[in-house]
């Protein structure tokens, strides 16, 4: 999948209004194919940023210069499948909705994955707790988070809360702005159709994640949990997502340690932190595109009953 054929698929929509794309300092070629494939159609704008700011500024952007009222990100290399848009808008009652994404590896499997559309269409709310629970990594098992959802969002909403993506995050931008949206009352909603398609890279930027990104996105957690407003329960589990993204960077630090100053320094780090230990000598956080099966649905019929209910 190519940034043509992402915009080729938003432009399929019938309910688009606008495209715009956000080139970010690439130095490919992206600038030239976005605007050819988007000559032929006035809803498509393509904007350069003058020096890379990652995901979250891009998105900024794209928000800023856009003044549709519904909002959806779309990334280079993923696609929008036909009908998504349809099938959300026959909801009511939110200020985010996300449908179900599908993972591939290359265009065939994607033509190949036939049970796209879930029917009947059901559908359900987050709440703070359950969205953060559905953040936390497993062992043992592919990267499934709810922040890889890609939610139509209403302008209105970011508007009347002053929200926008942490433009200090190349990781976890997502899952900070939905965090905070919940925890000043929006309402999230989910979907059981399938249209949105991810493509799966070993080079993807969630699989390349470093320690200077982990510790931004641990800055920004920690900067949220002291300015929301949260109860109780909601501040509990955004401590264990906080701690977890500690144990993450941790993680990090000892490989890093271990690849630069030898096997023993590696060690040491190790045990200074025991909850990691086990991690280090396995190496088993990995990132969600390494190895596993494909086609394959980012939530399962259970997932979608457990964080919906």
């Known amino acids: 999948m190519t940034i043509a054929k992402a915009i080729a698929s938003a432009l399929a929509q019938p309910e688009v209004a606008e495209v715009i794309v956000v080139d970010d300092a690439s130095t490919d070629a992206t600038v030239s194919v976005a605007r050819t494939a ?136 997502d899952y900070l702005l939905y965090l905070a949206a919940l925890a000043h ?3 999230f909603r989910i979907v059981s159709s399938c249209g949105y398609a991810g493509l799966v890279r070993n080079d993807s930027l969630s699989g390349r994640h470093g320690i200077e990104d982990l510790e931004a996105l641990l800055a920004q957690e920690r900067l949220l949990l002291r300015g929301l407003a949260l109860t109780d329960g909601q501040r509990s589990a955004v401590k264990q997502h906080i701690r977890s993204t500690r144990r993450r960077l941790v993680h990090r630090q000892a490989l890093r340690a271990r690849r630069e100053r030898g096997l023993w320094q590696g060690f040491l780090n190790a045990a200074r932190h025991p909850s990691v230990f086990a991690d280090i000598l396995a190496d088993r956080i990995r990132p969600m595109d390494e190895g596993g099966l494909t086609p394959r649905k980012l939530l399962t019929p259970v997932d979608f009953d457990r964080y919906t209910r």
Request: neutral net charge.
């Open 38 to 173: 988007g000559r032929d159609d006035h809803r498509v704008r393509v904007l350069v940023q003058n020096a890379n700011q990652g995901p979250a500024a891009a998105r900024n952007r794209a928000i800023a210069e856009s003044d549709a009222p519904l909002l959806a990100v779309l990334d280079a290399d993923d696609q929008f499948l036909p009908g998504r848009f349809a099938a959300i808008l026959e909801t009511e009652n939110w200020d985010l909705c996300s449908d179900n994404i599908v993972f591939v590896r290359n265009e065939s499997e994607l033509k190949d994955y036939s049970e796209l559309d879930a029917k009947p269409l059901a559908s359900g709310m987050l709440n703070l707790e359950t969205f953060v629970a559905g953040n936390l990594p497993a062992r043992h098992k592919q990267r499934g988070e709810l922040g890889f959802l890609k939610p139509v969002i209403r302008r209105a909403m970011l508007k009347q809360f002053d929200l926008r993506y942490a433009p200090t995050c190349r990781l976890g931008e």
């Open 185 to 187: 009352g929006a309402r």
